[in-house]
Each structure stands twice: as C-alpha cells, then as structure tokens.
T-cell receptor, first 110, second 114 residues
Framework: SQTIHQWPATLVQPVGSPLSLECTVE??????LYWYRQAAGRGLQLLFY??????ISSEVPQNLSASRPQDRQFILSSKKLLLSDSGFYLC?????????FGPGTRLTVL | GNSVTQMEGPVTLSEEAFLTINCTYTATGYPSLFWYVQYPGEGLQLLLK?????DKGSNKGFEATYRKETTSFHLEKGSVQVSDSAVYFC?????????????FGTGTKLQVIP
C-alpha cells in the first residue's frame, strides 16, 4: 500500500531564515505530487504540483519554490521566510482521479 | 471557474444524532467529487468519493450522492459519534493537463458532544 511521509512535523523559524520541507511517497511509481498550504481557519491553497522528475508548476507567485529531485521526493523551499508563510503545509500524491495527503508540517514564522 | 460551497460551521450535535453537511459545486465538464476529513493537528484523509452522476460514495457510515441536477454532494451519517468530531472538506477534482486540479470548500467543523 502507498504511504506518504512529511518532515519535520513542526517547525519554528525566524523571519528571513531559509526553509526546507520534505515529502516522500512509498509504494507507487511516478505519482503526481502536490504542495498545499492551509492558513489558520481557511481552506487549502495549491502551491505547486509536479507530474514528473524536474517538472514543477507553480499556482501562485510567492517566495516559495519546489523541487522534485527523485521520482517520489518533493521538496518545498524558501530562501527567506516571511511572517505570512506561517501555516500548515500539506503534501499530497495523486492518481488520475484522487489525491492522498500526508500528515502535514506546522510552520510558525516569528 | 470551479467552486465549492459548503455550509458554515461549527456544527454541534449530540451523540447519535443525524448529520447532514451541505455541499454544492460549480464546475465545467464532469468533475469527481470528494469528502475529506481532518482531525486536529493531522492531514486530510479521504472519506469518500464519487466519480459520476448518481454515484453514491460511502465509508464508515458516511454517505454522499453525486447529484448533477442540483449540483450537490451532501454528506450524511445516521448516528454520529464523539470520534467523528473533525473538520470536513468537500472538494471537486477535474483533470487538467495531466494532473488533477482540486478545488476545496472552506471546511465545516463538526463537534459531537456526549
């Protein structure tokens, strides 16, 4: 069966510091991968998606970036965090008709 | 564009009460419809889905029927438990350029009291 991992689970970072969140998937090959952000009390916003290694599409302009160095690894990065980057970051993998989510990373920028 | 509207929460029910969470959608084409559940501090779990009109998705006592004529996908459960307390998200998904573009509702918080 498929499993999706995210780490770290929680992170507290100062404004202006770099960020690296990692997501890995087990039990499937060549999945579509997604990064979402969930701000407090709000719905989910799609940040990036990837249909293959090295293929990244961005949904919204921001100071975040994503990379997919391996088939089942998806990384979310930032060179300098902003206060507005605080939130709950969710990675998901998908088949053609369904997405499955990881446990999430709670990021607090102070 | 596509959109999902679900009832505002929070919804507070007593244990064993009947649950309905309304969800309506606007979409071009033929979307798949989903309900996801999020427990405190956790990611989203797929609760149920339906991929075409008149399909009924069901799981753990929850049900929802894809109604194309009313563009709705209401979530129901006959008898809720305290453990059902969570936030429920209605969503629709369409294939777009090789990936599935999912539009989520804003979520409905359910609190079940003993």
């Amino acid at each position: 069966s498929q499993t999706i991992h995210q780490w770290p689970a929680t992170l507290v970072q100062p404004v202006g510091s770099p960020l690296s969140l990692e997501c890995t998937v087990e039990g499937t090959s060549n999945p579509n991968l997604y990064w979402y952000r969930q701000a407090a009390g709000r719905g989910l916003q799609l940040l990036f998606y990837s249909v293959g290694i090295g293929q990244i599409s961005s949904e919204v302009p921001q100071n975040l970036s994503a990379s997919r160095p391996q088939d089942r690894q998806f990384i979310l990065s930032s060179k300098k965090l902003l206060l507005s980057d605080s939130g709950f970051y969710l990675c998901a993998w998908g088949t053609e008709d369904t997405q499955y989510f990881g446990p999430g990373t709670r990021l607090t920028v102070l | 564009g596509n959109s999902v509207t679900q009832m505002e929460g929070p919804v507070t029910l007593s244990e064993e009460a009947f649950l309905t969470i309304n969800c309506t959608y606007t979409a071009t084409g033929y979307p798949s419809l989903f309900w996801y559940v999020q427990y405190p501090g956790e990611g989203l779990q797929l609760l149920l889905k339906a991929t075409k009109a008149d399909d009924k998705g069901s799981n753990k006592g929850f049900e929802a029927t894809y109604r194309k004529e009313t563009t709705s996908f209401h979530l129901e459960k006959g008898s809720v438990q305290v453990s059902d307390s969570a936030v429920y998200f209605c969503a629709l998904g369409v294939l777009s350029g090789g990936y599935q573009k999912v539009t989520f509702g804003t979520g409905t918080k359910l609190q079940v009291i003993p």
